[in-house]
C-alpha cells in the first residue's frame, strides 16, 4: 500500500500583495491591494478540510518567519529589530514587501519528492527548491529544509538533499515543474521534469519578456540527486511564448495524477513530442496506458488558462476510483471554462467530477488548489515513520481556525507592514503553531533566542 498525502501550505499571518513576482500575472495586478490573512488562511484550510472530509490525505506545512530580517541585516541595516524595519520602512520600502512575503503558502514550490518506488536506493528524496529567481521566495529554501528533515526524519527512509545552489543557471521551483505518474502510488512510474531554459541550448527559442525560472541542467541534477533511472524520466521544454504569457510554472498549463495528464496543446515548446515520449515510456515501463486529455485553443486559450488557472487544478483520486477535479471558483466563474469542463465530466474523459474552491486570496497573489500542496507518496512503513503533528485531521482543522481567529489580521496594506506590532504578533502566532503541530523550534527565531523587538 502507498498513498498520496497533500501537504498543502498553511498561509502565514503576513500575507500580502507585494507585486513581488515578475512574469506572474495575478502578482503584478495585485501589487499594493489590500490583503486578508484571515480570510487567506481559513480559505486554504476550508480546501484542506473539504478534501480530507471526502478521503484524500491531507497534511500541513508551516508557514515560515516573517519578517526575515536577516535579509535586511546582510544588506547593511543595522540595529536591533524595530531599528532595522523602521530603516528598511524609511529608506527602502520595497523591500519590506519581500521580508514579509506569505509565499512559503505555495508549497508545490516548496521541493520537489520522488517516492521510494521510482528510486533506485528505496528511499522518499527530497530537494527544496531554491526558487533563486526572486528575492521573497529565495528565502523559503532554508527553512523548507528544516520542516522538511522534521517532518521526514528518518534517513534510512528519507533521502534530503540540499537545495541545488542559487544560481540562475541552476534555477529550481519545486514540483510545480514535476509531475509522476504511475498505475498505483505504490508502483513504480514515470518522471516528467519540466524548464524553461537550458544553457546546453543556447539557440533554442526563448522567453524573450518574462524569465524561465527552472533550468534543464536543474532537472537533470534533481533527477540524478533522486536516483530515478534515466528511463523512467522525461525531460521537457516549456513553450517559451506561454511563459510569456503568465505561465511561469508548468503547473499554469498542465496537471497529471496517477494515469491520467491534462494539458494545454501550447504546453510544451516540441508540441506533441514529450506527451509522446511520456506515454510511449510510460506504457513500456507500467504495461498500462496513459490516459491523456488535452485541451485546444478552441478548448481555452492560453490566456483563459492563465485568467482562470484551469490547469492548476489538482486532480485527486476519490473512493471508487473516481478522478475529482479541484478547480479554482475562477474556472466556474468563466463561461467558456466552464463549459469545457462541464462537457469533460459529462463525456467519457478521465475526469470525472469537479468542485469548485474560493482560493482568491491566494489566487491574487498567482496561487491556485495545486500550487497550495505539494504531493508527497508514502507506503504505510514511511507514513508512520512521519511526524504525526502535521498530519491533518477535524481536530486539527478546528484548532487551527481557533488559532487562526485568535491571531490573524483581517487587512495588510503596504504602509502596515511598516507596524512593528506585526513583528510581535507574527512571532507569537509561529510560536504557538510549533506548538500545536508538535514540531518542536524550526524557526530561527526560536533557535536563536534573538526577538529583541
Ligand atoms: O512564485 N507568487 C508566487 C505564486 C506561486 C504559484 N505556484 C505555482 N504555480 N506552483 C510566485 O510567483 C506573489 C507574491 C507577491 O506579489 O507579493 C508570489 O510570490
Request: charged content about 20%; aromatic content about 6%.
Amino acid at each position: 500500500m502507498a498513498r498520496e498525502l497533500n501537504f498543502d501550505g498553511l498561509v502565514g499571518p503576513t500575507h500580502n500583495y507585494g507585486g513581488l513576482s515578475f512574469g506572474n500575472v495575478a502578482s503584478a495586478e495585485h501589487a499594493g491591494a489590500l490583503s486578508n490573512p484571515r480570510q487567506a488562511a481559513l480559505q486554504g484550510l476550508e480546501k484542506m478540510r473539504a478534501l480530507h472530509a471526502i478521503g484524500v490525505p491531507q497534511a500541513i506545512l508551516p508557514p515560515h518567519p516573517r519578517p526575515e530580517l536577516a535579509l535586511a541585516r546582510r544588506l547593511g541595516f543595522e540595529g536591533d529589530d524595530r531599528e532595522v524595519l523602521g530603516r528598511v520602512a524609511r529608506e527602502l520600502p520595497q523591500l519590506l514587501a519581500a521580508l514579509y512575503s506569505a509565499s512559503a503558502m505555495w508549497t508545490a514550490n516548496a521541493a520537489t519528492v520522488s517516492p521510494s518506488a521510482d528510486s533506485a536506493d528505496g528511499r522518499v528524496h527530497f530537494t527544496p527548491a531554491n526558487l533563486q529567481n526572486k528575492i521573497h521566495r529565495h528565502l523559503e529554501a532554508e527553512t523548507t529544509a528544516r520542516v522538511l528533515r522534521a517532518v521526514f526524519p528518518d534517513p534510512a527512509r528519507f533521502a534530503h538533499h540540499l537545495p541545488l545552489p542559487g544560481t540562475a543557471a541552476l534555477g529550481d521551483e519545486g514540483a510545480a515543474n514535476h509531475t509522476r505518474l504511475a498505475p498505483e502510488h505504490r508502483l513504480p512510474g514515470v518522471q516528467l521534469f519540466v524548464y524553461g531554459e537550458s544553457a546546453a541550448h543556447p539557440w533554442a527559442p526563448r522567453p524573450r519578456l518574462f524569465p524561465a525560472r527552472q533550468t534543464l541542467e536543474a532537472s537533470a541534477a534533481l533527477a540524478r540527486l533522486h536516483r530515478v533511472p534515466a528511463e523512467r524520466c522525461v525531460l521537457a521544454q516549456q513553450h517559451p511564448e506561454t511563459i510569456d504569457q503568465g505561465v511561469f510554472h508548468n503547473d499554469v498549463i498542465s496537471v497529471g495524477h496517477r494515469d491520467v495528464f491534462f494539458y494545454h496543446e501550447r504546453a510544451f515548446a516540441e508540441g506533441e513530442a514529450p506527451v509522446l515520449e511520456l506515454a510511449e515510456k510510460y506504457e513500456r515501463l507500467t504495461g498500462a496506458r496513459l490516459r491523456l486529455v488535452r485541451a485546444t485553443d478552441s478548448d481555452l486559450t492560453v490566456s483563459d488558462a492563465v485568467a482562470t488557472y484551469l490547469f492548476n487544478s489538482q486532480l485527486v483520486t476519490l473512493p471508487g476510483e473516481r478522478t475529482l477535479l479541484v478547480a479554482p471558483r475562477e474556472c466556474e466563474e468563466h463561461p467558456q471554462v466552464r463549459g469545457y469542463v462541464e462537457a469533460l465530466v459529462a463525456g467519457d474523459s478521465p475526469l470525472d467530477e469537479v468542485r469548485y474552491f474560493d482560493l482568491r486570496q491566494s489566487m491574487h497573489g498567482g496561487g491556485g488548489p495545486a500550487c497550495l500542496r505539494l504531493r508527497v507518496v508514502l507506503t504505510e512503513a514511511e507514513e508512520a515513520a512521519m511526524a504525526p503533528g502535521v498530519r491533518f485531521d477535524t481536530a486539527l482543522g478546528e484548532r487551527l481556525v481557533a488559532w487562526i481567529e485568535r491571531h490573524y489580521r483581517d487587512r495588510i496594506l503596504p504602509a502596515d507592514l511598516a507596524d512593528p506590532a506585526l513583528l510581535v504578533e507574527t512571532r507569537t502566532a509561529l510560536d504557538e503553531l510549533t506548538r500545536l503541530l508538535g514540531l518542536g523550534s524550526v524557526y530561527d527565531f526560536q533557535l536563536a533566542g534573538s526577538g529583541s523587538a
